[in-house]
């Protein structure tokens, strides 16, 4: 990965729109050394800042990068999505990065898309049909062993225990990340929100399961960055809903949501 010091735009690229003030980006919480520029969707980036946060979005599953900032003047989230040639000229990328990233987002969209895995008994690629069963047939290993041979979608280990489970299979450290850190994630404080406790500041997307994270600033509502449906962090209903007996800033009248134990799986047509 290139230095600080390397990203750093060029003053005289009369391509770029260079913008005086804050990085929009500035959640991450460090300081990088360059001038900022607008991105399409408004917000000023640093080429360093919109690199750690692209690689966050990678690291999370993600193939599409959208902006987690406010929109100009207001308290409502952008999630306006950068091409990734854009991501790519304004973040500097490096040759490696390059190298990175289109590995990481073919892998990524591959999985969202397709639900590819490899099958550990023959490792034959086996897409899988039902997206809300962990048990998978391989029917390249069925038809040499002469009997079903399934595999855990979870752990990429033969299935072991009742094939009805859908939180994990029998064999040791099977399990869900994302279910692991919607249980012990810590909840969060609103900054702007009146009368809400114990609401966890990770959820999954009610209507896609995508994991979303509140950065605590601005109102109780989020949008989703994979199906761009709006939704209350807090009571999980969508804001539509929501507000129909609340408002942004107010505890929802149906409470703080649970703790999410089942991850939403969204069907595919």
Known sequence: MASRQEKRYDPND???????GDDDLDFLCEEFDSRKAAMSCGNAVTPASLTKWCLIL????????????????TNEVCGGEWPYTEVRKMALLTTAEIKYFEAVMASNASQKHFDVRLCPGCSSSVVREDRSSLSVRCLVCTANKGKRYEFCWQC??????P??????????GCSNPNLDLLRTCPNITFERVTGVTGCPNIRACPICGTMVEHNQKGCKNIICHECKQEFCFVCLKLTATCLQTSSHYVACSSG???RQTSIPVHQKN
């Open 163 to 172: 094939y009805s489970r859908s939180d994990r299979c029998d064999n040791d």
């Open 58 to 73: 990678l690291k999370k599953g993600e193939y599409k990068f959208v902006c987690p900032a406010y929109k100009k003047g």
């Open 14 to 20: 009369r391509t770029l729109t260079f913008v005086d």
């Open 256 to 258: 703080v949501a649970p």
């Open 156 to 161: 990429s280990k033969e299935w072991k225990g």
